[in-house]
């Protein structure tokens, strides 16, 4: 903290944003977040990138990676199955809202709770398992659920229309960007809350301690079930705003690949931290999508070779996350603390 902060209540000391510096960068970030879509067609005519979607999917996305976040990188239990659990929320958003007439916000509400649902009996296992053991029976979950999905949906697919709201229709890109924003930052806000409580205190201590927080009273299998919830609605929550956002879901779209890929965002953001999330997906998604710039350039050179780069972007990302796991243990959060520490103390920084 800078020299001379002193805080005088417990309050000031737990406050999200505590300076003033702080909290101005903030709010310039906000503005610019909001105001994004007003220049998103000029670095489209820079790159040939849909830049306008891609952030779009990157919203969706912090989502549901804040909420295996929760499950992973607060309460330590490692899960392969999200992917299934964000179809569900799609799938059961999509149905309600285009066969029983659902609001689009009772539906996606509805997609996250089922999902939770889910979650919560895929979770039981985690009171006699843990680590390999659980992600093991967490990748079985992916299997099944998928599996049963495409058995009730024959297609395998679900047409959406519009989300709508009170007559507002969210029917243009610029719209379905705000609205998915808005969940994603509302989505950051509650975990930033959550693991300032009574309950988050709780899902850290049986991370680092699970016999030690027993003993101490905690209930190991009321908070692995907990967080199983919590993580699994916001997943579901996100599955939702992917079916509006898309106007359409299959089960193609959230395999086993989308599992691990979320459990790639919050390893290279940083387990255990809010902002972890953030910098995983952000840095990951500009990833995935700046290495088509050389991909396209490098197919028009050689084009007798197109088949084998065209695996490029996904050789990097594995790449990627290898490096991240023995350089860089703690993610782009622990990075970027290290950074805004230097220059705090600089030039005095020894």
């Known amino acids: 903290m800078p020299c001379g902060l002193f805080f005088e209540t417990y309050e000031k000391d737990e406050a999200i944003f505590q300076t003033t510096f702080l909290r101005v960068a903030m709010a310039a970030f906000a503005v610019l977040l909001l105001a994004f879509p007003f220049f998103s067609d000029w670095l489209s005519g820079l790159t040939n990138l849909y830049w306008l979607g891609i952030m779009t999917h990157i919203c969706i996305f912090v989502l549901g990676a804040q909420g295996l976040n929760l499950l992973t990188g607060f309460t330590g239990q490692i899960s392969l199955g999200h992917g299934a659990f964000m179809a569900v929320g799609a799938f059961t958003a999509g149905v309600l809202h285009m066969d029983l007439g659902w609001n689009f916000l009772l539906a996606i509400l509805a997609g996250g709770l089922m999902a939770a649902a889910l979650g919560m009996i895929f979770g039981v296992p985690s009171l006699r398992l843990r680590g390999l053991y659980l992600a093991i029976a967490t990748l079985a979950a992916q299997i099944i659920i998928i599996w049963l999905l495409r058995g009730v949906f024959e297609a395998g697919a679900v047409e959406v229309s519009d989300a709508t709201l009170f007559g507002f229709s969210f029917d243009t890109d610029q719209r379905k960007y705000y609205l998915c924003l808005f969940f994603a930052a509302l989505g950051t806000l509650y975990l930033k809350n959550l693991m300032r409580t009574r309950t988050g205190r709780a899902f850290v201590a049986v991370r680092d301690r699970y016999l030690s927080a027993e003993v101490i009273g905690v209930n190991l299998f009321k908070y692995r079930i907990l967080s199983f919830g919590i993580s ?29 890929k979320y459990l790639a965002y919050i390893i290279v953001g940083g387990l255990g931290q809010v902002t972890g999330a953030i910098f995983g997906v952000t840095f ?21 070779i197109f088949e084998k780069l065209a695996s490029l972007r996904e050789i990097v990302f594995g790449l990627i996350v290898i490096v991240f796991l023995i350089c860089e243990p703690d993610g782009l959060s622990a990075r970027w603390r290290t950074i805004r520490s230097y220059w705090k103390l600089w030039p005095f920084s020894y």
């Open 284 to 304: 990951l998604e500009l990833l995935h999508w700046l290495l088509e710039v050389p991909t396209d350039a490098l197919s028009r050179i050689f084009p007798n």
């Open 232 to 260: 699994s609605f916001m997943v579901g929550l996100a599955g939702g705003l992917w079916a509006f956002t898309e106007n359409a879901v299959t089960d193609e779209a959230f395999g086993v690949a989308l599992s691990v």
